[in-house]
Every structure is written in structure tokens, then in C-alpha cells.
């Protein structure tokens, strides 16, 4: 039973009853007093860019590559490259409901203000949710440890024009949905594809 009612998360303080009215179909919006935190820790991945300072996922490389410096002109496209790299599930699409969720999930994660995302990223996934956009995350694969890896990838693939997603019943290319929404595809700034 699709609900109506907008829920109005606080990122840390979301009780088990909201997450089910978010699963249900219930509108979202992220309260904003944690913004001030998100710009802060964005703030705080560009001074490490600019004191030039080593950090890993913001401008190195992974795993056995961490020791490699990545030039600044690349670092969009490391972000993009670490993405789709992980965009690797099979298989059948995770219901939509549960789709909906991980995304507020992420969303109330980065919206606390500890990953280095810019308030782009929080407004982008946000707005997702508001238009109806629902990507196509596949139900089963993983990488490492780590079992939220696959579907997260396939999640901010769309976020970047690459990809499914299902809006208004219609599956369509995710570039082409976004289009359809009003927006454009996010070019992903350092260690935004990390978070």
C-alpha cells in the first residue's frame, strides 16, 4: 500500500517505522540541519586537493594501487572508473521498494556530513527519490566483503547517465530518464564514487 504521507528523515535519528513508510512509498525529504556538515567535510576534501597531500580515495588509487598519486585532472574520472567498476551485479532487479530505500538510506548516510560528498550529491539523490526514479539495481553480485558494493554502484552509475532506471513503469537508459526529469548527470567529484 503505497503511502502519501511525507516523511521527513533525520539523518541519525530515523526510527524503524519511518523506513518502512519510505519502503511503502512514502515521499521523502531529508531534514537540512545536517547540511552545514556535509559542506564542511566537502570543504574539507578540497583543502586535502589543494595542500596536495596523499589521501587515499580522494587522490590515490585503490587497493594494491593506493600508493599511486592520481593527477587532479583525473580525479573525476577516477570516481566515475571506481563506480562503474563496482557496477557488477546479475540476475533479476531488487523490487522497486527496496531500491527506493537503500537510495534513502544513502541518502540519510551522506546527509550526516562524514563522507566528503558535496550538498549536490545529497540534493541529487533526494530529488531521485522526489521524481520517481528508481534504479535498476540487479538482486544479486557483490564485491569483497563488503555486500553493498554491487548495488550501490548500480545506484550512483545512474546517478552518472549510465545504466537503467525504472520511472512512471517504464524501464529506459538512465541518461535518457534523467532527461525526462529535468536533470542532468552528475560528473562525480573526488571521493564522492568512494562514498
Wanted: hydrophobic share 45%; net charge positive.
Amino acid at each position: 500500500m503505497k503511502s502519501t504521507t511525507l516523511k521527513q528523515l533525520k539523518p541519525g535519528k530515523v526510527s524503524l517505522a519511518d523506513w518502512r513508510h519510505v519502503y511503502c512509498g512514502s515521499p521523502v525529504a531529508i531534514e537540512r540541519s545536517g547540511m552545514d556538515a556535509v559542506e564542511e567535510s566537502a570543504r574539507a576534501v578540497s583543502r586535502i586537493i589543494e595542500s596536495g597531500a596523499a589521501v587515499y580515495g580522494i587522490n590515490t588509487g585503490f587497493g594494491k594501487l593506493a600508493s599511486t598519486r592520481i593527477d587532479v585532472d583525473d580525479l573525476a574520472r577516477l570516481q566515475r572508473n571506481i563506480v562503474l567498476s563496482h557496477a557488477a551485479g546479475t540476475g533479476e532487479p531488487m523490487p522497486e521498494n527496496v531500491v527506493r530505500l537503500m537510495i534513502a538510506l544513502k541518502l540519510c548516510s551522506l546527509a550526516q556530513g562524514y563522507s566528503g560528498v558535496r550538498p549536490l550529491v545529497v540534493d541529487f539523490l533526494e530529488t531521485m527519490l522526489a521524481r520517481g526514479l528508481t534504479p535498476l539495481v540487479p538482486a544479486q553480485g557483490s564485491v569483497g566483503a563488503s555486500g553493498d558494493l554491487a548495488p550501490l554502484a548500480h545506484m550512483t552509475a545512474t546517478m552518472i547517465g549510465v545504466g537503467e532506471i525504472v520511472a512512471k513503469g517504464a524501464r529506459m537508459p538512465a541518461a535518457e530518464a534523467l532527461k525526462q526529469a529535468g536533470l542532468a548527470p552528475l560528473t562525480l567529484g573526488p571521493k564522492e564514487g568512494l562514498a
